[in-house]
């Protein structure tokens, strides 16, 4: 059930209340029987998991890149045997 916040036009009393989507907004302070309207303020929402950017789905227009492979090593070269007779 949605939270609804409302402040008291009259006397700035604050307070907040559990209303359903079909039940009617609150008119009166219940405080000072003042007039009182809704309060509206940002909400935080934190989307988890993937499909929510618009990168998580989008084909690549780029061929890929291979992996740069590593330099072959030059190995030093054995050392020249020697006969000796």
């Known amino acids: 059930m949605p939270t609804y916040q409302y402040a008291c036009t009259a006397c700035d009393h604050e307070f907040e209340a559990f209303q359903s989507f079909t039940e009617d907004s609150l008119t009166e302070c219940p405080e000072c029987k003042g007039e009182i309207k809704k309060v509206y303020s940002a909400v935080g929402v934190?989307?988890?998991?993937?499909?929510?950017?618009?990168?998580?789905?989008?084909?690549?227009?780029?061929?890929?890149?291979?992996?740069?492979?590593?330099?072959?090593?030059?190995?030093?070269?054995p050392p020249a045997s020697t006969k000796s007779d």
Not at 55 to 63: E, I, P
Not at 64 to 69: F, K, L, M, R
């Open 46 to 77: 934190v989307f988890k998991g993937s499909g929510f950017y618009k990168t998580d789905s989008a084909k690549s227009s780029t061929a890929s890149v291979p992996a740069a492979t590593p330099a072959p090593t030059t190995a030093a070269a």
